[in-house]
């Protein structure tokens, strides 16, 4: 099927640019959530794959303990894409440094060197 039409080239581009502006974004929140977050452990009680690959990367679902200093621990949950090389990293009963914002316990980003 061959378009012609410049409308759809237009709205093809708009929606190519609008996906890089949303994944810039957020690759910007999770920056500066690991630069100005709460430094915070967290116990992963599962794990499961969300069925999204990111260069040959699996998305991974991580049913978190969360434990801040001066805080009682509390449960979240994070998506991550995790390196393969790092999925035993992310098993049951490991923990993970991670950051939490200081305006939303439930917003977090992992902090560790592979993560980034």
Do not use: C, F, H
């Not at 990367?57 to 790092?86: C, D, F, H, I, M």
Request: cysteine-free.
């Amino acid at each position: 099927m061959r378009v012609n039409s410049p409308w759809a080239w237009l709205v093809a581009g708009l929606v190519l640019a609008g996906l890089v502006v949303w994944v810039l974004v957020g690759e910007g929140r999770q920056s500066r959530l690991r630069a100005s977050g709460l430094a915070a452990s967290a116990r992963i009680v599962a794990a499961r794959q969300t069925g999204t690959w990111v260069n040959n990367n699996p998305e991974v679902a991580l049913e978190l303990e969360v434990s801040v200093p001066g805080r009682a621990p509390y449960a979240a949950t994070l998506k991550a894409v995790v390196p393969q090389l790092n999925l035993v990293s992310v098993q049951p009963g490991a923990t993970l440094a991670v950051r939490v914002a200081p305006d939303d316990a439930q917003r977090l980003a992992l902090d560790e060197p592979w993560a980034r």
